[in-house]
C-alpha cells in the first residue's frame, strides 16, 4: 500500500492551501483516513481524519479552519486548510488504516509527508 501526498509549499498567513492524498496498492478496503503533523521538536500530532463511517476526528487547533473530506471510490483523502497560522507550519503526513484483504487485520500506512510553511 503506498500512499502518495501533494499541495504542500509555502502561504502567508491567513492564507489557504489544498492538501492531497491518494492510496493505491493491495487495498480491500480503509478504515481511518487523514492527516498529522510534525513540527520541528514536536511529536506527531492529529490534524484530522475521517472514519469510513464519516465521522471526523480533528484537533481543536484547526475546527473552524480545516475541512477534511475523503472519496472513498477513489481511496483519496484532502485537507482544505484556510486562515492558516506560523504555528501550522509542520510537516503533514497522509494516513490510512488498511485491510488488504477480508482476511487480514488493519494496518496503518504513511505518506512520505509534505512540507507546509506559513511566513510572511
Known amino acids: 500500500v503506498q500512499l502518495q501526498a501533494s499541495g504542500g509549499g509555502l502561504v502567508q498567513p491567513g492564507g489557504s492551501l489544498r492538501l492531497s492524498c491518494a492510496a493505491s496498492g493491495s487495498i480491500f478496503v480503509i478504515n481511518n483516513m487523514g492527516w498529522y503533523r510534525q513540527a520541528p521538536g514536536k511529536q506527531r500530532e492529529l490534524v484530522a481524519r475521517?472514519?469510513?463511517?464519516?465521522?471526523?476526528d480533528s484537533a481543536d487547533s484547526v475546527k473552524g479552519r480545516f475541512t477534511i473530506s475523503r472519496d472513498n471510490a477513489k481511496n483519496t483523502v484532502s485537507l482544505q486548510m484556510n486562515s492558516l497560522k506560523s504555528e501550522d507550519a509542520a510537516v503533514y503526513y497522509c494516513y490510512a488504516r488498511v485491510a488488504r484483504s477480508f482476511r487480514e487485520s488493519f494496518y496503518d500506512y504513511w505518506g512520505q509527508g509534505t512540507q507546509v510553511t506559513v511566513s510572511s
Open positions: 475521517l472514519t469510513s463511517g464519516g465521522r471526523v
